[in-house]
């Protein structure tokens, strides 16, 4: 049976809320994020706080936000936004969520599509050889 009262685990990464991380400054954030995206983080922060920058700009316009960018380590200031990410050949819609929080925005905009795989075409099988193409 069903707990009436049995709420939704509320979303924490290491330990902290998500509004405790969006209270930290970046420095303080990097030093909850694994060692490889800690060290991207710290030495591309720049170019980071001036993509964030151009979100919150967007996002007073209501304006859809695009970019090439596969690159940005996902903070918590992006958690809730729609974002499309470009994966070679078009913008592919990304909301990001808590989970998403130390990754990166290409890990979510898959660059090879899934094979799919139909039926024999004229000459693939020994039976269709010496059909007549048309």
Known sequence: M???EH???EFTYRGKTLEE?????????AKYLKSK??????RNYPEIERFVK?????????KKIRTHKRNIVIIPELVGINIQV??????????IVGEMIGHKLG??????SKVVHTKAGIGATK??????KK
Do not use: C, D, W
């Open 54 to 62: 151009r979100v919150r700009e967007k996002l007073n316009k209501n």
């Open 107 to 112: 890990e979510f905009s898959l660059t090879r």
């Open 37 to 42: 995206e800690r060290r991207y983080f710290l």
């Open 127 to 132: 039976g269709t050889k010496h059909q007549a």
């Open 21 to 29: 991380l969006k209270q930290l400054n970046p420095k303080e954030f």
């Open 2 to 4: 069903i707990n009436p």
């Open 86 to 95: 470009h994966n070679g050949k078009e913008f592919t819609p990304v909301e």
């Open 7 to 9: 709420k939704k685990k």
